[in-house]
T-cell receptor
C-alpha cells in the first residue's frame, strides 16, 4: 500500500441498505477526513478524526457515522442509504500534528443510491 | 457564514498564462491551499500560502492578500495536461478546510 486506498471504487446501492466505505492509509498520519464531492459544490466535510480514538462532525454529518479504532483505518458507514447520498466520496489524511498540513486524498468511491 | 468564491470555468491557450482568482470570507484564517483535480481523479496539493505575497513553484505561483481576502493561482507556459479543475481552500480557525467549488480550466491548442 502506498498512500491512501479506498474501497470499493464504485457501488450502486438500493435505498435503505447499509453500506461501509473503507479507507486505509500507510503514512502514519494522525488526522483523517471524509468528504463528499457533488457537481457544482465544493468538497464538503462529513466527519473527521484528529487522532486514533477520536472523531468529530463536519459540515454534513447527518446519515453518516465513522470510527477510528487505529491510526490506519477510517471507515465511513451509511446506516440507511438515501438517494441524496449519491456522490463521490473522498477520504483524506494529513500529518496534522500542528493543525497545518496538506491533505492527501484517496482515489475516491463513486456511490449511486437508487 | 463562510464562503469561498472562484470562477466556474476559464479557457486559455496552450503556451499562454492564466490567473485563477479566489476570494474568501471565513471564520478565522490559518492559510490558503490550492489543489489540482483532473477529471475522475483525486485532488492533489499545489500550494499553501499563510503570509501575504507570492509563492513561486516552477510554472505555478500563488499569491495571497489577507487584508483583501483574496488569492490567485498563476499558471505559466500552459500545457494541455494543465486542463483540470483548480480548487481553492481556506483553513479556518478550527483547522478545517473550507473549499470553493473549483475552477474548470480548459486549455485549447
Amino acid at each position: 500500500i502506498a498512500g491512501i486506498t479506498q474501497a470499493p471504487t464504485s457501488q450502486i446501492l438500493a435505498a435503505g441498505r447499509r453500506m461501509t466505505l473503507r479507507c486505509t492509509q500507510d503514512m502514519r498520519h494522525n488526522a483523517m477526513y471524509w468528504y463528499r464531492q457533488d457537481l457544482g459544490l465544493g468538497l464538503r466535510l462529513i466527519h473527521y478524526s484528529n487522532t486514533a480514538g477520536t472523531t468529530g462532525k463536519g459540515e454534513v454529518p447527518d446519515g453518516y457515522s465513522v470510527s477510528r479504532a487505529n491510526t490506519d483505518d477510517f471507515p465511513l458507514t451509511l446506516a440507511s442509504a438515501v438517494p441524496s447520498q449519491t456522490s463521490v466520496y473522498f477520504c483524506a489524511s494529513s500529518d496534522g500534528t500542528s493543525g497545518i498540513g496538506e491533505q492527501f486524498f484517496g482515489p475516491g468511491t463513486r456511490l449511486t443510491v437508487l | 457564514g463562510q464562503n469561498i468564491d472562484q470562477p466556474t470555468e476559464m479557457t486559455a491557450t496552450e503556451g499562454a498564462i492564466v490567473q485563477i482568482n479566489c476570494t474568501y470570507q471565513t471564520s478565522g484564517f490559518n492559510g490558503l491551499f490550492w489543489y489540482q483535480q483532473h477529471a475522475g481523479e483525486a485532488p492533489t496539493f499545489l500550494s499553501y500560502n499563510v503570509l501575504d505575497g507570492l509563492e513561486e513553484k516552477g510554472r505555478f505561483s500563488s499569491f495571497l492578500s489577507r487584508s483583501k481576502g483574496y488569492s490567485y493561482l498563476l499558471l505559466k507556459e500552459l500545457q494541455m495536461k494543465d486542463s483540470a479543475s483548480y480548487l481553492c481552500a481556506v483553513m479556518d480557525s478550527n483547522y478545517q478546510l473550507i473549499w470553493g467549488a473549483g475552477t474548470k480550466l480548459i486549455i485549447k491548442p
